[in-house]
């Protein structure tokens, strides 16, 4: 009897919830701005910062979590976090909630939206890249490779650009740059720490994890976060509850699909974070350099998914002759 194919790993189902989490998290760049202003925190005061990146992934954790509650009785797994689990999911919440956001809020009011949705593609050739030495079967091949180049050499052009105008700084595009990476670096040991868990319970507490250590060094720093208007509860109740769907639904796709079939897609949020800007923030996106640079970029997505589907192929008609040998001995 034929087993059938998860319907999480068909390769529709999969992209269109990636697109889906792509699409949310472009939103997050020109939101987070917005929320700057509502709470009056200025580009400087990082304690502040890191305050309301905290307090935004403490609500989606706890939209998580109450969500993996109520569905438990479905799976018979309850999201309680047990001795055994807290070492690697707090090491995921260092990389893909603490570490990859204490980057990015400081350095993103030192670069435009538009340019902070063009870094994140880092985290998609980070995770394409690790993936192959981690995971056996998610090989790294001559498409994926190319592709990772095609992609970098889009970042690299939108910063050659910014750099003749004298634009590029470290504790701007660096840290951003950085936290993607870090970003990448989590969706692997997203993957690796899967068994016997759910998606809501690690996503969930990774990110409940990584936004009170925001809090708390925000705080400690002589942070606070002022709610002066509606707005301000407005502004935060969606970026908690985008970024808790968000991270649900890709830590699902990771547990069951291969790291860079579904990584790859974050080369998406370039062009989502960049829509999303224009519309918001205002932001003069329609340049020839963006043009360029967001082409090169969603190529590799094209390479690295041909890739991964030609990967899923080859490896189905290896397991099928080891079958068919197997039934002649």
Not at 223 to 245: N, P
Request: aromatic share 10%; glycine share 12%.
């Amino acid at each position: 009897m034929k087993n059938k194919t998860d319907y999480r790993s068909n390769p529709v189902f999969a992209a269109s919830v990636a697109v889906l989490c792509t699409l949310l998290w472009g939103t997050a760049f020109p939101a987070i701005k917005i929320g700057y202003i509502e709470f009056g925190i200025e580009s400087q005061n990082i304690p502040s910062q890191l305050m309301f990146a905290g307090a935004r992934f403490c609500l989606a954790g706890m939209i998580v979590l109450f969500w993996g509650f109520v569905t438990a009785k479905k799976d018979g797994k309850m999201p309680i976090l047990h001795k055994n689990d807290i070492v690697p999911i707090s090491v995921l919440s260092l990389f893909q909630t603490y570490g990859q956001y204490l980057l990015l809020y400081i350095g993103i009011v030192n670069v435009s939206g538009t340019s902070s949705s063009l870094y994140t593609s880092a985290a998609a050739f980070t995770s394409v890249l690790l993936s192959s030495i981690v995971f056996k079967g998610d090989d790294l091949t001559l498409k994926k490779i190319t592709g990772c180049l095609i992609g970098f050499i889009g970042i690299v052009f939108m910063i050659s650009g910014k750099t003749a105008a004298g634009g590029v700084t470290l504790i701007g595009d660096g840290l951003v740059i950085l936290s993607n990476v870090f970003g990448g670096i989590g969706n692997v040991i997203s993957k690796k720490i899967n068994t016997g868990r759910t998606p809501a319970m690690v996503s969930g507490w990774q990110l409940l994890i990584g936004g009170t250590a925001l809090l708390i060094t925000g705080a400690a720093l002589g942070g606070s976060l002022i709610f002066r208007s509606t707005a301000c509860v407005l502004i935060l109740l969606y970026l908690g509850s985008m970024a808790g769907t968000a991270f649900l639904l890709w830590t699902m796709l990771l547990f069951h699909n291969p790291v860079s079939k579904i990584a790859v897609f974050n080369l998406l949020i370039p062009v989502f974070g960049t829509m999303w800007s224009g519309i918001f923030l205002g932001e003069i996106i329609f340049t020839l350099q963006n043009g360029l640079s967001l082409l090169l970029v969603c190529s590799g997505i094209f390479l690295v998914n041909s890739s991964s589907a030609a990967n899923l192929k080859s490896g189905r008609l290896r397991h099928r002759k080891m079958s068919e040998n197997k039934s002649d001995q």
